[in-house]
């Protein structure tokens, strides 16, 4: 079983910066395809960004230029840095591991607003 565990979440007015991070368990994790998601109010959940094992990234064309992912696979942890902020960035923010089997987090709020 895997666990993930997203921090980092908060309140950050427009323009502003927060990195997020997921912990994940096991031992499977630089095996693994990350990604992060987002999901806001009566929307559907969308796809933000991905990390493969080799490092390979590819990110929504909303967030290109704004945001990074990275992963480090000694800490079992991947990270999405969120700069340039906007309130339309304004969601619950998951990771997931995809290993064959897709896990999740709990997720963590960001709010941009002022």
């Known amino acids: 079983q895997v666990h993930l565990v997203e921090s980092g979440g908060g309140l950050v007015q427009p323009g502003g910066s927060l990195r997020l991070s997921c912990v994940a368990s096991g031992s499977i994790f630089s095996f693994s395809t990350m990604a992060w998601y987002r999901q806001a109010p009566g929307k559907e959940r969308e796809q933000v960004a991905t990390?493969?094992?080799?490092?390979?990234?590819n990110y929504a064309d909303s967030v290109k230029g704004r945001f990074t992912i990275s992963r480090d696979n000694a800490k079992n942890t991947v990270y999405l840095q969120m700069n340039s902020l906007k309130p339309e960035d304004t969601a619950v923010y998951y990771c997931r591991l995809t290993t064959g089997l897709n896990y999740w987090g709990q997720g963590t709020q960001v709010t941009v607003s002022s």
């Open positions: 990390i493969t094992s080799r490092g390979s990234t």
